[in-house]
């Protein structure tokens, strides 16, 4: 049995997980240039869900604790990968940062679609280590300005 402070330690790691669902939700939805009616609909038609404009806002928000059925037929329509979206839930890493900006988002989308995965792999670590030069070298050259 739990105590009170495991509870609500619980309660508290719950909702955060279920309001970063709807954060997801809401951006890859957005992302895809998809309207919440559109995407209500079309979860009904294609998943036989019970769900409206309402109920997914409430979802978007964190506002409903979302059920198993649900959790897996928006990943699936929204084209998520769940392993992902789960370990993004409890453990964030830099995806999620890039997924915040639409402009990001689209670019790197269009980025896999033009070269494909294995080019578009490529070219993103030929650019953080681009990155990671262009950092070195301002770095010295900032070093060098300081010195009398």
Same mark, same amino acid.
């Given at each position: 049995m739990y105590t009170g402070s495991v509870a609500g330690a619980y309660d508290k790691h719950l909702g955060e997980l279920i309001s970063r669902f709807g954060q997801d939700v809401k951006l890859y939805r957005e992302n895809r240039g998809l309207r919440m009616t559109d995407a209500a609909e079309d979860l009904r038609k294609r998943y036989g869900l019970k769900i409206d404009q309402s109920y997914l806002s409430r979802i978007e928000s964190g506002q409903v604790d979302i059920k198993l059925k649900h959790f897996l037929a928006i990943a699936d329509y929204l084209q998520l990968d769940v392993s992902a979206l789960v370990a993004s839930m409890v453990?964030?890493?830099?995806i999620? @940062?890039?997924?915040?900006?639409? @402009?990001?988002?689209?670019?790197?989308?269009?980025?896999?679609?033009? %070269?494909?995965?294995?080019?578009?792999? %490529?070219?993103?670590?030929?650019?953080l280590e681009w990155l990671s030069d262009y950092e070195d070298r301002r770095k010295k050259s900032d070093q060098g300005k300081k010195r009398p």
């Open positions: 453990a964030p890493s830099g999620e @940062y890039l997924a915040q900006d639409p @402009y990001v988002f689209r670019t790197l989308v269009k980025l896999r679609e033009d %070269l494909g995965e294995r080019d578009a792999l %490529l070219s993103l670590r030929r650019f």
